[in-house]
Nanobody
Framework: QLVESGGGLVQAGGSLRLSCAASGRTFRRTFSTYTMGWFRQAPGKEREFVAAISWNSAGTNFADSVKGRFTISRDNAENTVYLQMNSLKPEDTAVYYC?????????????????WGQGTQVTVSS
């Protein structure tokens, strides 16, 4: 239901912009009502929250580790959510997943998200 793109290999200090597009007729019709989030998972580690944005873009949340470096945005007309990642560090290396959750649930808890993408690899070299 979600398709991520934009991952790749970048040097430390560089930037990447991830995109996540909703697919599927049902989800596309309701995309604008969902809270959207980004999570990441590094090898041998649990999936962790990165950022989230409310259905109307009025509210955003970020993990402490990415505050001031990452921004999240969405375009409901295009059924797409973005993650702009600046000043990347080697510790940002992970598979990044976007996910959709109905409003009213904890945005940092991956179990509250009902739609998931397949993930896109981000590798930051030192």
């Amino acid at each position: 239901q979600l398709v991520e793109s934009g991952g790749g290999l970048v040097q430390a200090g560089g930037s990447l912009r991830l995109s996540c597009a909703a697919s599927g007729r049902t989800f596309r019709r309701t995309f604008s009502t969902y809270t959207m989030g980004w999570f990441r998972q590094a090898p041998g580690k649990e999936r962790e929250f990165v950022a989230a944005i409310s259905w109307n873009s009025a509210g955003t949340n970020f993990a402490d580790s990415v505050k001031g470096r990452f921004t999240i945005s969405r375009d409901n007309a295009e059924n797409t959510v973005y993650l702009q990642m600046n000043s990347l560090k080697p510790e940002d290396t992970a598979v990044y997943y976007c996910a959709g959750s109905r409003p009213g649930y904890s945005v940092t808890d991956p179990s509250q998200y009902v739609y998931w993408g397949q993930g896109t690899q981000v590798t930051v070299s030192s």
